[in-house]
């Protein structure tokens, strides 16, 4: 089992930033990769960055490269998402998420076996 625990969420302006960050506990040894996904009102839950636990590949929606920065720091067990030139689109719930198995569907849900709580993001225009 992996527990994640996502904080840094918050209220912010648009044009303004923050960095979420996802600190994993238990079997973390066994994770291969970590991800985020946000959620907003009404909305399927949508792919935003991945990462593979060594850090050599990094994944991101397309609408969203240039303004987001996935990152991990392995001896903190914590991965972050810089999020830059926010815009009231971007408000959302966002989610970490654990993959325990290798696999390529690092842009979908089911590529993902554990998932944190969500922290709630908000920008306001």
């Known amino acids: 089992q992996v527990q994640l625990v996502e904080s840094g969420g918050g209220l912010v302006q648009a044009g303004g930033s923050l960095r979420l960050s996802c600190a994993a506990s238990?079997?973390?040894?066994?994770?291969?990769?970590m991800g985020w996904f946000r959620q907003a009102p009404e909305k399927e839950r949508e792919f935003v960055a991945a990462?593979?636990?060594?850090?050599?590949?990094?994944y991101y929606s397309d609408s969203l490269k240039g303004r987001f920065t996935i990152s991990r720091d392995n001896d903190k067990n914590t991965v972050y998402l810089q999020m830059n030139s926010l815009k009231p689109e971007d408000t959302a719930v966002y989610y970490c998420?654990?993959?325990?198995?290798?696999?390529?569907?690092?842009?979908?849900?089911?590529?993902?076996?554990?998932w944190g709580q969500g922290t709630q993001v908000t920008v306001s225009s």
């Open positions: 998420a654990c993959a325990a198995t290798i696999n390529s569907y690092y842009q979908f849900l089911r590529g993902y076996d554990y």
């Open positions: 238990g079997r973390t040894s066994s994770t291969y990769r």
């Open positions: 990462i593979n636990w060594s850090g050599r590949n990094t």
